[in-house]
Structures are given as C-alpha cells and as structure tokens.
C-alpha cells in the first residue's frame, strides 16, 4: 500500500463521511466522523468473517501505516496549531489560574480515577493486571483531546468563561500527561523506589516549560516574517513551514512539541493575524485553519 493510494482512500471516506453527517446525522463533525468511522469498522469485522478476503485487506492496510508516526509526529501538530488560532489570549489571561490547574492536579486526579476503576473491573472479571499497568492506562486517556473539544464548544452555547477553561485545558495538559506517563513506566519497569523524582522534575522543565519558549518563539518568528510580505498564499505556506518544522526541531530538541504547537498559535491566532496581515490573507489563513480541523 503506497502514500498515494492511503490518502486516496483517507480523502475519499473523510468526504463521504463528512457529507453524510452534515446532511443526516448533523452531530458536530469530529463526533460525527469517528461514529461513522467506528460504524464502518464494525461492518468490516462483520463482512471479513462471511468474505474472508475483505478482513485480509483491511489488515494490510491498517498494518502498512505507522500510526504513531502519522498522527504523533505529523496530523497532531497541524491540529493543535489550527485550534489554537482561536483562542483569545486576552481573555484566557482571565482564566490562568484554572486553567493551569485543570491540566495539571486535574490530569493526576483523573489518572488515578481511571486508573483505580480499571484495576477494580479488571479485578472483578478476574484479570489480574498490575495497578501501575493501570495507571499508565489512565495517563494515556486522561488528556482531554482538543480537537474534539474545541469542535463541540464551538457549537455549545455555554458561558464564554467555561469556555475559555475547557478549551486552554484541553490545550495545555499534554506536556503535564507526557511526564506523568514517562514517570509511571519507569516505576513500571524499575518499581517506585527506582524512579529519580530529581530526573522527572528535569524532565517536566525540559519537555513542558520547554516547548512553551520554543512555541513563543516559532510563533515570534512567523510574526516578524509575515509582517514583512503580502500574498495569502506565502503566507500560508509560511504557516505551514512553522508548524510542519517547527514539530520536527521540537522532537529533536525533546521539548513538548504540542505544547510549542499551541503556543505557536495562539501567537499566530493573536498578534499575527491582527498585526501582520491583510484581511485577504487572515481569512483565507482561517478557512484553511478550519478545513485541517
């Protein structure tokens, strides 16, 4: 299965479900694509096991993609900096405070919730699984994702400051969620007394406080670049290059590249479409926002 043919069918069937959605089912549309999604997977389980053939297919498809590659180190970043255009950091100042901690105590109060419900149903059906196995489970889920997130309250009419808390949450846990998984794995795999808690607070500084400059700074270099030009389409493609690069050099220098991400744009979504460019340029910067969401 080549690159060409993987993005045929991902184009085609994100169409087809998209449109079948917005006509019938009128559920917002990452909610409603991924119900479609679940829906056709289940009716391919169901077919492979009457054609056999269709199961084998399938199979090869989904085992020729790399998921973590594709959707961790490329769709994740282009995501996260879509949504973020559309936080106002005038008023999520407002909500700091909540904000952080929400996607800080609130990431570890739902780790441990999850991760002691799992263990006590796995226990009850008599699965024997270590509790830290569960835990990291419960790292892995607890951060609330912002696409999902962002695409219903964009829909919910709900009060504008519960809004702005939900919504920087859902922005800002993942640098909390990659420590807390980090250091639960390595007592998974040493046991608690061998974890270095000196380490892990390097490592929080590193990953989360570090992606948070490198975003300010990709999202200062975007600004200075764009104040100097004209054309929608470079402009654009200037945006582009920040976010697909910017992604890159973060994993490279192992900071939090979705934090960067969302630093990068609520710059963006702020200074730079406010100071930076022609109302051609911020529209068409939008429309495409939107279309990767």
């Given at each position: 299965m080549n690159i060409s043919e993987l993005l045929t069918y991902t184009i085609v069937l994100a169409a087809a479900f998209a449109y079948l959605n917005l006509r019938f089912i009128k559920w917002p549309p990452t909610i409603g694509i991924m119900v479609l999604s679940l829906g056709s997977s289940l009716l391919l389980v169901m077919l492979g096991k009457f054609y056999p053939i269709i199961g084998v297919k399938a199979k090869q498809i989904v085992g020729s993609i790399n998921f973590r590659e594709l959707l961790m180190n490329f769709m994740l970043s282009f995501l996260l900096f879509a949504g973020a255009i559309h936080i106002d950091l005038s008023k999520l100042k407002k909500e700091a405070w909540p904000v952080f901690l929400l996607s800080t105590v609130g990431v570890l109060i739902s780790t441990t919730l999850v991760g002691s419900l799992m263990w006590w149903v796995l226990q009850l059906f008599h699965f024997p699984i270590p509790f830290i196995h569960c835990l990291l489970f419960g790292a892995v889920v607890?951060?609330?994702?912002?696409?999902?997130?962002?695409?219903?309250?964009?829909?919910?009419?709900?009060?504008?400051?519960?809004?702005?808390?939900?919504?920087?949450?859902?922005?800002?846990?993942?640098?909390?969620?990659?420590?807390?998984?980090?250091?639960?794995?390595?007592?998974?795999?040493?046991?608690?007394?061998?974890?270095?808690?000196?380490?892990?607070?390097?490592?929080?500084?590193?990953?989360?406080?570090?992606?948070?400059?490198?975003?300010?700074?990709?999202?200062?270099?975007?600004?200075?670049?764009?104040?100097?030009?004209?054309?929608?389409?470079?402009?654009?493609?200037?945006?582009?290059?920040?976010?697909?690069?910017?992604?890159?050099?973060?994993?490279?220098?192992?900071?939090?590249g979705p934090l960067a991400m969302v630093v990068a744009g609520i710059i963006t979504g702020n200074k730079v479409k406010h100071e930076a460019l022609s109302d051609i340029s911020r529209d068409y910067l939008g429309t495409f926002g939107e279309l990767i969401d």
């Open positions: 607890s951060p609330t994702d912002p696409i999902a997130v962002l695409a219903i309250l964009r829909r919910a009419k709900i009060p504008e400051s519960l809004d702005l808390k939900i919504s920087g949450e859902s922005l800002f846990n993942d640098g909390v969620a990659v420590v807390v998984f980090i250091t639960l794995l390595d007592a998974a795999h040493s046991g608690i007394s061998a974890v270095d808690f000196a380490g892990v607070g390097r490592l929080f500084f590193q990953e989360a406080v570090g992606g948070l400059i490198f975003g300010a700074l990709l999202g200062y270099i975007g600004y200075f670049a764009l104040r100097s030009i004209d054309d929608y389409k470079v402009e654009v493609l200037v945006t582009l290059a920040i976010v697909a690069g910017g992604y890159f050099v973060a994993d490279h220098l192992h900071v939090s």
